[in-house]
């Protein structure tokens, strides 16, 4: 202990400054280096919230192209000569004519349109006009003629994709410079594209498909779309609510309730906590070994996915579960052991009704950064080129599909440049999701939440 | 019968089973619950989980044991023989049941009966453009060996597949009746299924323990039998990571190791001072209108997944760095480099930073604070030399978790660092992670069978190691802190 008042001796060191009003040298030393701290302060938090806007605002100035695109209304004539050279109408016969047969009916098409004096380019003959058209086009012009085989003989109109090229000129990708040096697009077919839109022929829409359609191959951009992800994805959450949720809620139960004080609760507890720090490809090579190796699951499956995933969610729903059952008041089990209940039932009749909306929170929350996983999922095979849509439950566990994040790294390794436009688009799609997703579990919060 | 259905049957039985039960119960206290021992409900629960519980537990067991089983009867079958030039054992038995597999689907397809599959012979069918036809494809012509492993393989798992329906529903339905004629009124229903369903709490929370084992046994198996095929000291020791295909690889750690050091290095001197300030500037200086926006903003960056980050760096960042900072410098011309893969990775971590650090500085008793300002310190005094040393274990602890983090981080570094292993200082060249040869040594490929696929094994364990002792060390120094101030 230290007892200045009787030393008497603390003289004030340095000379006096005259004026209280006035600060001294040391005294504007200090207060410049307490406003320099600030200003650090003010620049980490700065740069922080710079970095989320700049992430957000690339992802946003890329994507959001990807929701418009580009297309083409023909009317088509369905030359029987060509489809049917019989005429029976058979439709194996009809099926025999392969999508490259189809193509000449689209350049017959841009021949008729070419007889409008406004519409044409010197020397750009019909076959190249027609390359204007997504390869995708004469692929849906034979599933149309196959499903009404009634309808050969007629002309059509049809909408098509343009191709990735002329998509590309409308969003500032392809310049005329570009297109003299790209053998895919040339500046004759852009001239034609914009002579087109002149005519209404081609107009840029919002795109369904972006949502709708399956993954397609490196050299149609314009096609791909997220339908097969976004189910795969939506399996997937299902398989991880459907054993996170009972299992997380179960564990917990136990751990917070039942569980003795011994050295087994303490490895359990021990584990739950490692595991949420294990680095989530690790999760992806247990299931590539124990899931798909050792119990023969298939691989690209929305169950694999699933279960990896469960095992990831776990410990995010059990440390929130277990937060939200040590809210609940000692008295509410307490009155219910008091009046006669056992403690199961005291749990279940009582606690566990008053901590469900923490627990449902806490679950939204981890299926939220289930659905955002990439690395697991890249090593169990979702990375798979899969075209065709999962069926429905439960036999669509086993089938091939993408997910959502694996869709996006997917996208990026491909060269054509419209993927990446496509990539950041499938980011928002997501992001929208994981959006929604934190919404819900804010309102949750904010409307059960409960102060004892 | 497939084990869908099976298993559906057996829920089905439960539900049953919990209303015959109920009745029951109701019926044999003659209409008067009260000379029940339990509620009625209870009486129902115990032949639910009677009937249930013990056949889907058969049913999980067999359905692992199975494979198990067929593979090591069928694969006596195939000889040493059969074993093509450069292939192994394991390649034929994919065939084997690739074929059995695509003899179900040509039954099923009508192209192919029984009789026929019975006495095919493998010199005489031509049955792999048959199998072809329904969309089974097989890598090479049928040894005839190989076709009666794969009629074996077949008959054994129609036959397995009957036993195991059999015995399932004889279980759940033995299950119900023993549990249903155990129902009098003084039987202690309540207490019966209130321990079976303690019993399930406890197995669920044994999950996490079975994910442990799961993932250091299939780690451990995979990486033993790397080093049966590999030196364990040219995995650790060689300077140079050079996988071919045609065997002859090197595939030595410290490139990688390297990569991974270095990216998480640069991140973590961006992170750290970044995420620490704003900890600091918002639980000190922060008005309450600052922190209710900037808050939130910043844990909005932890709510991002990992691949929205690897976009960023290599439709942003990367481009970015190379065409002004690399370029001019004359540095590298590869977009995709340490540094931003460092850089993106440093934002990631920023809010993990910061809330631990929050955590933090706020456990610091705010005597201590009291105590610095009375004798006239100013705020950033306090904070330099009373509040950051008190809290320096947590931080430290903080940085730790953050670099544990740093290096198990998969996505960014895939789409950020590169795909070069090199041993190299210049930051804005292309160098590569050990998460990154994961990810490309096993993406595709499920043989397991050469040194290139099995070093992924070596190295998650590496990871898994390194990761985890981390975390051990940074909860125990956060930990001791903690209780000092307790």
């Not at chain 2, 397995?160 to 059999?166: D, G, R, Y």
């Not at chain 2, 030595?252 to 001197?269: E, K, M, Q, R």
């Not at chain 2, 306090?382 to 931080?395: D, M, R, W």
Request: charged share 15%; aromatic share 8%; proline share 5%.
């Amino acid at each position: 202990m230290t007892d200045l008042s009787t030393s008497g001796a603390a003289a004030p060191r340095g000379p006096h400054s005259s004026s209280l009003l006035v600060q001294d040298a040391n005294t504007r030393k200090r207060n410049a280096a307490e406003s320099r701290f600030r200003l650090y302060g003010v620049i980490a938090i700065a740069i922080a919230i710079l970095a989320l806007f700049a992430l957000l605002g690339s992802i946003l100035y890329n994507g959001s192209s990807s929701f418009r695109q580009a297309f083409v209304v023909l009317d088509v004539y369905l030359d029987p000569a060509k489809l049917d050279k019989d005429g029976t109408r058979d439709l194996e016969k009809i099926a025999k004519v392969s999508t490259f047969g189809y193509a000449p009916l689209i350049a017959a098409a841009f021949e008729t349109k070419f007889e409008d004096p406004e519409i044409g380019v010197e020397g750009l003959s019909a076959k190249n006009a027609a390359k204007l058209i997504s390869k995708e086009g004469p692929a849906e012009l034979r599933r149309y003629v196959l499903a009404n085989p009634d309808m050969i003989g007629e002309t059509v109109q049809f909408e098509f994709l343009a191709s990735g090229r002329i998509d590309g000129y409308y969003k500032g990708r392809v310049t005329m410079e570009t297109a003299k040096l790209d053998k895919n697009v040339s500046p004759e077919q852009l001239q034609l594209a914009d002579q087109l839109k002149e005519a209404g022929v081609l107009a840029i829409k919002f795109n369904t498909g972006f949502l709708t359609r399956a993954d397609a191959s490196e050299n149609r951009p314009e096609a791909a779309g997220l339908g097969v992800a976004i189910l795969g994805s939506f399996y997937m959450m299902i398989v991880v609510l459907c054993l996170a949720l009972p299992i997380g809620v179960a564990a917990s139960i136990y751990l917070e309730e039942f569980a003795p004080k011994n050295w087994i609760t303490d490895i359990i507890e021990v584990n739950i906590s490692n595991l949420a720090a294990v680095p989530s490809i690790v999760f992806g090579i247990l299931g590539l070994a124990i899931f798909i190796n050792f119990a023969g699951l298939p691989q690209s499956a929305p169950i694999v996915g699933g279960l990896v995933l469960t095992l990831m969610t776990l410990p995010t729903i059990i440390i929130a579960t277990r937060a939200s059952l040590k809210a609940v008041p000692p008295s509410i089990r307490d009155a219910a052991l008091g009046i006669g209940a056992s403690k199961m039932q005291a749990v279940f009749h009582h606690v566990l009704p008053l901590a469900a909306p923490g627990i449902l929170t806490g679950t939204i929350i981890g299926l939220a950064q289930a659905l955002g996983e990439t690395a697991p999922l890249l090593l169990i095979g979702m990375v798979a080129f899969v075209r065709d849509f999962p069926s429905a439950p439960p036999e669509g566990f086993f089938d091939p599909a993408a997910a959502l994040p694996v869709q996006v790294y997917n996208w990026t390794q491909r060269s054509d440049p419209a993927f990446v436009e496509r990539a950041s688009g499938a980011i928002i799609v997501l992001m929208v999701f994981l959006l929604i997703m934190n919404a819900i579990a804010i309102v949750l919060r904010r409307r059960f939440e409960r102060r004892w | 019968m497939s084990a869908g259905l099976v298993i559906l049957i057996v829920l089905l039985i439960a539900f049953v089973g919990f209303f015959l039960g109920r009745t029951r119960a109701y019926k044999s206290a003659g209409g008067d619950i009260r000379k029940l021992h339990s509620r009625p409900n209870y009486y129902g629960l115990t032949v639910a989980i009677y009937a249930a519980v013990p056949a889907l537990l058969f049913t999980i067991l067999w359905l692992l044991l199975q494979p198990l089983y067929i593979e090591s009867q069928v694969s006596k079958m195939i000889d040493a023989v059969d074993i093509p030039d450069g292939g192994s054992l394991d390649l034929v038995m994919t065939d084997v049941r690739r074929i059995s597999d695509g003899l179900d689907v040509a039954v099923n397809a009508g192209t192919m009966t029984e009789d026929q599959i019975a006495t095919m012979r493998a010199d005489l069918s031509d049955l792999r453009a048959r199998l072809g036809e329904v969309g089974i494809a097989v890598a090479s012509d049928v040894q005839q060996n190989v076709l009666d492993a794969a009629r074996e393989y077949r008959k054994l798992s129609t036959k397995l597949q009957i036993a195991m329906s059999v015995i399932v529903i004889g279980l759940s339905l033995a299950g119900a009746f023993i549990s249903m004629m155990r129902i009098q009124p003084d039987y202690r229903a309540r207490n019966t299924s209130e321990h079976a369903i303690k019993a399930l709490l406890i197995l669920s929370s044994f999950v996490a323990i079975l994910t442990t084992l799961g993932i250091i046994s299939s780690l451990l198996f995979e990486t033993v039998h790397f080093f049966q095929l590999y030196r364990a000291s040219d995995f650790f020791f060689n300077l140079t990571w050079n996988p071919q295909f045609r065997g002859g690889s090197d595939l030595g750690i410290l490139p990688l190791l390297w990569g991974t050091l270095y990216v998480s290095f640069v991140a973590l001197i961006f992170a750290v001072p970044i995420g620490l300030l704003a900890a600091i500037y918002l639980s000190e200086y922060a008005s309450k209108n600052v922190r209710s926006f900037a808050k939130p903003a910043i844990e909005v960056l932890a709510g991002i997944p990992t691949i929205v980050y690897g976009l960023f760096a290599l439709i942003t960042v990367g481009p970015l760095l190379r065409d002004y900072f690399a370029q001019p410098l004359g540095m590298g011309n590869s977009s995709s480099s340490v540094l931003t893969a460092g850089i993106v990775l440093g934002v990631m971590l920023i809010p993990f930073v910061s809330s631990l650090s929050d955590d933090v500085i706020n456990a610091v008793p705010q005597a201590m604070r009291d105590g610095s300002y009375g004798l006239g310190a100013t705020k950033s005094e306090t904070i330099k030399q009373v509040i950051l040393p008190a809290a320096l274990p947590g931080v430290v602890g903080a940085v730790l978790l953050a670099a544990s983090r740093a290096i198990g981080e998969t996505m960014i570094v895939v789409m950020g660092a590169g795909a070069a292993a090199k041993l190299s200082l210049n930051p804005f060249e292309a160098m590569t992670t050990i998460t990154v040869k994961i990810v490309s040594q096993l993406t595709g490929d499920t043989e397991f069978a050469s040194p290139e696929t099995l070093v992924a094994f070596a190295l998650g364990l590496s990871l898994f190691v390194v990761t985890l002792g981390l975390n051990i060390l940074a909860l125990y120094i956060v930990r001791k802190y903690r209780e000092q101030y307790e």
